[in-house]
């Protein structure tokens, strides 16, 4: 008979910790290390041939004070979270509850309202993305059906976000999914109870629907709002590679790689990294902290 | 009123119908302007093909500088295969130690991975570069594959932990009196129970190791390790011509592995995916 | 118990470690950068920018180099010109950059850098430059090195669709007329062609070296190291774009973003929309090739001191500092410039060849297209014997800077800023650059 060697309750370090090892080692190599490291070159002047120079705050200065495009980026991004992630959810929510009627035929609907998601961050479909919305593209050929002469929407430094926008909203798919086993989950009976006092349809969303479904919905801003920060290859293949037209196409990810890749200057790209940090950090404990009034956890408990 | 019911149920399924075409639109015209002569392409809105041409898979395949598109997605694969079992191997490793051991700092460990699942890739990106550069790893995929092997898709770790925490701890138990450790629970009793969610972290991982432009356009720079997303991106010289329709065949291509993934292991993804959002 | 754990820590590390070597070999090649095998083989990796025409040339050219020097074996890349420094500079800085690639006008911050092989240890024994200008030849020294050897030269030039011309039913323009000439003819144009016609596209960023030089002034003043020229100087010309784009005859800021000038698949002067632009006169082929209009090349509108326009180099080769066969490096130079089968396959699509022998050699060839483009840069030559004018080089930090100036202009163009405030704020943003890159 085999000798028990660990204590089932109690401490188990040495085997929880060999378990742990690669994560630990990633966590201190890959990730910890480099965000000090990170912090470090934030205040360098460095260009990967030379060694680093000591430069103190002065990429931070020159951030908030003399850089045009700094401002105008954040600001590109703040917009394009704050009107993709809400449309996309809302769509999200909307088809869900269309579908949620028990339709026949569910699960296609379900897949081919997933697809785009499933498509939608390789490069390919920016390529198609970016023809469709050509000054002479199918977007505009449709849009004069109905007698409207689009805008050159690529070209325009006041449209082009919009596009991308439209490529993001594209991809509710997989917000749908979530929402849709959330609303699988609420108990038929609320709806059934709330008919017999007789509510009408508005006031059953806002009464059952949507605090039931809050913590998905919580999930879901969370995940989405962290993911649209760091939009990337949709603001690269749909522009000129370089932010343009006038920095229309400029997201805060893309603004990083060029001062870091491009115009080698890597530690001006750790100052805006770390500026992205925070910023996100305080918006994600935002969120977490206005969770308390509007999440809900079933069984009458508010809060977390 | 069985008629009224009935046409309203019609124009539900319609406007569904309807609207789901509208959004595949854009991947039907990639996938069939892939077969129309490239002057066609821009030039006609419909999207069936007058006339219909294998032309350009053919020339695609051909990529860039002598290298085929069978290499870059020969290329592709190897880094997404390589990336899954790293993920799924280590992030369940991770999953087991935080959910079923008890061990001291367990709450410190457990809130620093919850806080790097929401962390951006910006703050490590350079350093990471430049650690990469000093171990001359740059032209290789490991810094594609190495963090899938030290578990820094931190999500899958959370997804997994949830999961296993729906695991009945009666079946640990029964297994230590038979006098197994620790180790052989994981590999005995967990682990066969957690293959839905190994699926499920096999499948995201792949497409998203798949998709993964940014680091693979960073990282790769020598056309025979080029990955299919670079190819393709080499083939949109915005400068230039570009052969669209040999861009396009490629790109559908690009698109198939990814959708036979999701086609044949559908019920693991949808349900993977709600399960996240739930708990 | 804790040997299935070990076991399976070791297995998944055993994986790794073969995964690894599958791709160890080529990480190991990367640190190499190139190989030499047991029989003297050389491998060298050559990067270049230009769209599928100009690679197809160029590896027919690599191959009959490939044919005469057996023992060599040329790796090509080529990038679209838009990615292509970005691509050639993170090599750079993680030490794994191409043996020999193509450089510009922006030579200037690779020898700054450091990172360019010097050649004057080669000349004269694989490295032949007697057929080549002495200006060709010593465009290439920087800092006393030879870094940079000039591999096709070329003049900038009004390039004129001449159909639309005649359309319009407007004479073609003088040789000698001035930039207010020019505006009023964008002008004429435009009106008599009517709607989605323009006279000309917006080259305020392109054209500001020649406009700078044409009052004295320049972008860089390579001799002394700083910049050429004050706000004032530069403040002009975007005025005058302004008023001309007010007045009507230039390319929408729409157009100019969705048909740029040099894209040879968008090109309204291509499409037949536009009239006139700034060209190097070594792209005239490839325009006209693609388009049944004539075109032609008219010198630039003359200014206080001239023209502004130098025959000089349009790009040419350089060596990576660390590479690991700088002799084969050299040999392949020397090829690209003097060998007559080279000229002929690699024609004029880089420039005019940079040595008389196969300027006259292709000369002999011409067809009528480069027959103007002939007949344009001897011109150009013989004007700059009166009318001299500095050549160009890009200032450094030049990528930082190009993309600065194609802001301005956009902020000007979609009504942003007013042209004083675009201009002071485009040129503190230059001094900053060009300070952070010294």
Redesign the interface.
Known sequence: ??K???P??????M???L?????????F???L???V??LY?SMTKFN?LSSPTWTGLSNYVQIFTEDDTFRRSLGLTFYYVFLSVPLRLAFALL?AM??N?G?R?LGL????????S??G?????A???R??FEGN??VN?FLSWFGITGPAWIAHPDYVVYTIVTLSV?QFG?AM??F???LK?IPADLYEASDVDGAGKVRQFFGITLPMLS??IF??L?MSM?HS??A??PA??IG??RGGPLDATMF??LY??LK??SFFD?GY??A???I??VI?GVF?AIVFLTSKFWVFYGDNQEGR | MPLKRRLV?AG??A??IL??LL??Y??L??ILSSFKPNHLI?TT?SLIPTSFTLDHFVNGWKGL?GVSFGRFFGNSA?ISV?SV??NV???S??A???SR????F?GL?FS??LV?I??????????????Y?EL???????PL???K????D?FF?LLMVQFIRGIPREL??SA?ID??????I??RIVVPLLVPALITTAIFTF??S??D??SQM?YL?????FTV?LG???L????????WGA??A???L??LP??II?LVF?RY???G??????K | ??K??II?VIA?LL??VT??S???H??AD??KGTETTKDGQVELRMMWW????R?DIT?EALKVFQEKHPNIKIV???????GYFD?LN??L????APDIFFLGGNVVDYAKKDVLLNLDPYVGSELNLDGMDATMVEYGRLDGKLQHISAGANARGIVVNQALFDQAGIPLPASDWTWEDYAAISKELSDKLGKGFYGTYNFTVDGMDIFLKQRGKQLYDMKNGTLGFAKEDILEWFIYWEQASKSGGVVTPELQVSN?P????KSLLITGKAAMSLLPSNQLAAFQSLTEDKLILLPVPRGPKGTGVVFESSQGLSGYANTKHAKEVAILMDFWINDPDAAKILGNDRGVPVTEANRNLLQQEAGPVEEIVYNYTSFVSEATKTEPFDVSYNPPGFAEFSKLAQTTNQEIGFGRKSVEQAVTDFYNGTVRIFESNQ
């Open positions: 008979m085999r028990l060697s660990k089932l309750y109690g401490q188990q370090n085997t929880a910790y378990f742990l090892l690669p994560w630990l080692i990633g966590l190599c890959l990730t290390g480099p965000m490291a990170s070159l990967l088809v269309a579908l009627k339709i035929g609907y379900r897949t081919v309202y997933y697809i785009p499933l498509l961050g390789s490069v390919a479909i390529i198609v993305w023809q469709i593209g199918l050929q594209w997989s999914v979530i849709l086993a959330g989950q913590p998905v999930f879901n969370i962290i920060f760091q990337f290859t690269y293949v000129d590679g805060y990810t990083l790689y870091g890749f890597m790209a750790s805006l990294a770390w992205m940090l996100i994600t | 149920q539900r399924h406007a569904i609207f789901g959004m595949l854009p991947v015209w990639l821009f809105s500088q190897l390589m079992l790293g191997i280590s992030c490793l991770a087991y130690a935080f051991l008890k061990f001291k367990k460990w620093i991975m790097t929401m962390l951006p890739y910006h703050v490590t990106l350079v350093p990471q570069y430049i650690l550069n001359h790893w740059i032209n290789t995929y490991f594959i190495l963090p092997w030290l578990a820094q931190s770790i640990d138990e230590t006098g197994c450790g620790q180790s052989q994981f590999f497409i998203w798949w998709d432009f940014f960073i720079s020598k056309i025979d390790l997303q393709i991106r080499s949109f010289d915005p400068s230039g011509q570009s052969d861009l396009l490629m790109s559908t690009s698109l990814v959708t999701f559908q993804f949808l349900e995916i709600a399960t996240t959002g739930l | 118990m804790f299935r754990l399976t998944s994986l790794l995964a690894c599958g791709t160890d080529t990480g990367e640190q230009g769209d599928q025409k690679a590896n090509g890349e080529f990038a679209p010109s838009s691509k993170t090599q800085a993680s030490g794994t740029p040099d894209d040879t698949s």
